[in-house]
């Protein structure tokens, strides 16, 4: 269970100074995938990276099962999937995929065949050995997410997996992660723009105002799991999206 309390973190200082985030608190208890939108700027790949460990926070507490363990513990509590996809283009697709664990200790060979398992699975069956660029843009995404869940957290972080896809992309990925997440379980903090997408996927969603980013309301999504592709298709869906759609146009 993660729980992050009062959280505020600023950059910089003087005249330079940004306050990314204010007073920030969620929770994400075990097997919930919650979701976080927010206009660009408002701190939420911040809130992300202070979570991850990558960064310290300025004040409040981030508690994980009631402990709070410091940001370096952190770093090995979560798959962190980062807002790019970070596949280094002169590494194979395999290569790439295996990588997180090879930096974890897991020999190449090893980490390789673990990966090459699930291959099929994420529908990279075929393109272990393309470089990167011969990939559609959602095919690089699920390498990224493939590597983030290589690492076998049981809790992701995921920084707007889909935002940089075309809307037919997206709409397919979304389906496709709501699947697959049926069959990985596990919990779950999702940053996205998209309110289909937060209430398609999560359990609840927190709304951020601008920078500097506070939580401004947060909606319950009492949809039925295991989760379908056609999810968020329903009035009750929609109702949900609609309100959600408000609240964030309201604020941006
Ligand atoms: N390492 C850093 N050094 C200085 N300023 C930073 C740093 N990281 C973030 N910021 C600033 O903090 C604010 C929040 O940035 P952040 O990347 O968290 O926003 P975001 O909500 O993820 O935006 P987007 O939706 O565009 O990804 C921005 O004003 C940004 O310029
Ligand atoms: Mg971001």
């Not at 940004?18 to 608190?25: E, I, K, R």
């Not at 995938?33 to 790949?45: E, H, Q």
């Not at 090459?116 to 075929?126: S, V």
């Amino acid at each position: 269970m993660l729980e992050v309390e009062s959280v505020s973190k600023a950059y910089g200082h003087g005249a330079e100074r940004v306050v990314a985030l204010a007073d920030v608190s969620l929770t994400v208890t075990e097997g919930e995938f919650v979701a976080l939108v927010g206009p660009s700027g408002c701190g939420k790949t911040t809130l992300l990276n202070l979570v991850a460990g990558l960064d310290g926070v300025d004040a409040g507490r981030i508690l994980v099962d009631g402990a709070t363990p410091s940001a370096s513990e952190r770093l090995t509590r979560f798959g962190y999937m980062p807002q790019q996809d970070m596949l280094f283009p002169w590494r194979t697709v395999l290569e790439n995929v295996s990588l997180g664990l090879e930096v974890l200790g897991v020999g190449k060979r090893e980490a390789r065949r673990r990966a090459a398992e699930l291959f099929p699975q994420f529908g990279l069956g075929g393109f272990e050995h393309r470089r990167p660029h011969e990939l559609s843009g959602g095919m690089k995404q699920r390498a990224s997410f493939l590597r983030t869940y290589l690492l076998g957290r049981p809790f992701l972080l995921l920084d707007e997996p889909f935002g940089a896809l075309d809307a037919i992309t997206r709409a397919q990925l979304q389906s496709w992660l709501a699947e697959t997440w049926n069959r990985i379980g596990g919990s779950a903090l999702l940053v996205t723009h998209d309110p289909h997408e937060a209430v398609a996927l999560s359990d609840r969603v927190y709304v951020m105002s601008p920078r500097p980013g506070r939580i401004t309301n947060v909606l319950e999504v009492d949809l039925p799991r295991p989760r379908t592709a056609r999810a968020a298709e329903t009035a009750a869906a929609h109702r949900l999206i609609d309100a959600l759609r408000r609240q964030t146009e309201a604020i941006e």
